[in-house]
């Protein structure tokens, strides 16, 4: 049995039997549903990153422009560590998203032709207009949001990357290296590992349940 058809067979496609119709239409109506609620996770996770790494990079320039500021390019260095382990996360964070936001819309897909038709995979588009420049600046494209997200989380990885440096002791050598910088820099590499290597769902690979059962009853005095 091919992996298109086991998937007919788990969710009722291709049978006429009405329990196997009620079965594809619930199925349906509850990828529909989540992947509603996926997309509403992923522009709340958004706002979430944007503001931690706003907070960040004002924090940087808030740091290297105080004039009476002791260390304040170590102070800057670890901030843009935090900043750049917050890029990172969003970047990743939206990958994982559009994981699972095209999981559900891929059962969209197959589910939809015998409940409604091929709604969600029909495009309508307006026709090319003659004035070429007006199209380009003005008119519709198809264009992926969670793509164009995902690109400027990666800038925004980079651009810390570049903050970094930016703020780095000189490395010479009559000066020995400085401890302090080289932790903060362990830690933040650990950080970086967990999130690109530490972060992948079991849901992929599966995973057993363990259960217990609480047993009441009642004892005679």
């Not at 509850?30 to 907070?55: G, Q, T, V």
């Not at 560590?81 to 059962?107: D, I, P, R």
């Not at 290296?177 to 967990?194: N, P, Q, R, Y």
Request: neutral net charge.
């Amino acid at each position: 049995m091919s992996a298109e058809e086991e998937y007919k067979k788990l969710f009722g496609l291709g049978n006429l039997l009405d329990k196997d119709k009620d079965k594809t239409e619930k199925a349906l109506e509850h990828a529909l549903d989540i992947r509603k609620f996926e997309i509403n996770l992923y522009w709340e996770r958004a706002k979430y990153f944007w503001a931690l790494i706003a907070a960040a990079f004002a924090g940087y320039f808030a740091v290297l422009s105080a004039d009476h500021m002791v260390d304040k390019n170590f102070n800057a260095f670890v901030i843009s560590c935090v900043g750049l382990v917050f890029s990172l996360a969003w970047y990743v964070t939206n990958k994982g998203s559009k994981y699972w936001q095209e999981n559900w819309e891929n059962h969209v897909d197959m589910l939809e032709d015998s409940i409604t038709g091929p709604l969600y995979k029909t495009i309508l588009y307006r026709p090319n207009t003659k004035n070429g420049l007006s199209r380009v600046l003005k008119g519709p494209a198809p264009h992926s949001v969670s793509q164009i997200n995902q690109w400027v989380s990666l800038f925004t990885v980079f651009i810390w990357f570049s903050l970094i440096f930016n703020v780095l002791p000189e490395l010479e050598a009559c000066y020995p290296i400085s401890i302090k910088h080289t932790a903060v820099g362990i830690v933040t590499s650990l950080a970086i590992v967990l999130v690109l290597f530490g972060t992948k769902s079991n849901i992929v690979d599966g995973h057993r349940h363990l259960m217990s059962k609480k047993r009441t009853g009642v004892i005679d005095e």
